[in-house]
């Protein structure tokens, strides 16, 4: 099993909508959780970031984390053609924070 | 005023060759990282140096050698190149805070092809 599992999609969403990107991962001790967003032939950049259960809100992202169900996702908000790129759901833990895990990706496309 | 810079942005080499690649961030962070990113997108840690000290190394062939001469530079030498080895390789940064929040800065990337 994967430490951080994504949908690799791509995932296709109509402009306005609302994406909604899934990651799941297998350390029970993580202890953050991040969404880097990546656009093709660009390095990761930090989106959004969540430590408790709950939903966490920056403009129109919103990130939700479920420690029980070992489960993060991000939604965007009427989504934008210049949200298409890969969102990459890492994880860290406590014990070691320096050590980020990341998944392999979502690649996002919005259609106008 | 670039935060993360990597040298070079692009390098193509026969297999067998030697080659390295540069980093430095100037935003005083006292973490440094490589990471690789394969065709699949799939980025994984390779080294971490905190302070000059390698804290991070997880599985990779020895022909692969990070060294940080001071906290603002981490460099990545490797031997022997193999087709294998293709890749974009990334640099980053962080700065370690209390409660594990670790915002990791990445460098432009290094896009590596081996013939």
């Known amino acids: 099993q994967k430490e951080v599992e994504q949908n690799s999609g791509p995932l296709s969403v109509p402009e306005g909508a609302i994406a909604s990107l899934n990651c799941t991962y297998s350390d029970r001790g993580s202890q953050s959780f991040f969404w880097y967003r990546q656009y093709s032939g660009k390095s990761p950049e930090l989106i959004m970031f969540i430590y408790s259960n709950g939903d966490k809100e920056d403009g129109r992202f919103t990130a939700q984390l479920n420690k029980a169900s070992q489960y993060v996702s991000l939604l965007i908000r009427d989504s934008q053609p210049s949200d298409s790129a890969t969102y990459l759901c890492a994880v860290s833990s406590y014990s070691s924070a320096s050590k980020i895990i990341f998944g392999s990706g979502t690649r996002l496309s919005i259609r106008p | 005023d670039t935060a993360v810079s990597q040298t070079p942005k692009y390098l193509v080499t026969q297999m067998g060759n030697d080659k390295s690649i540069k980093c430095e961030q100037n935003l005083g962070h006292d973490t440094m990282y490589w990471y690789k990113q394969d065709s699949k997108k799939f980025l994984k840690i390779m080294f971490s140096y905190n302070n000059k000290e390698l804290i991070i190394n997880e599985t990779v062939p020895n022909r692969f050698s990070p060294k940080s001469p001071d906290k603002a530079h981490l460099n990545l030498h490797i031997n022997s190149l193999e087709l294998g080895d293709s890749a974009v390789y990334f640099c980053?940064?962080?700065?370690?805070?209390?409660?594990?929040?670790?915002?990791?800065?990445f460098g432009p990337g290094t896009r590596l092809t081996v013939l």
């Open positions: 980053a940064s962080s700065l370690l805070l209390a409660g594990g929040f670790n915002e990791q800065f």
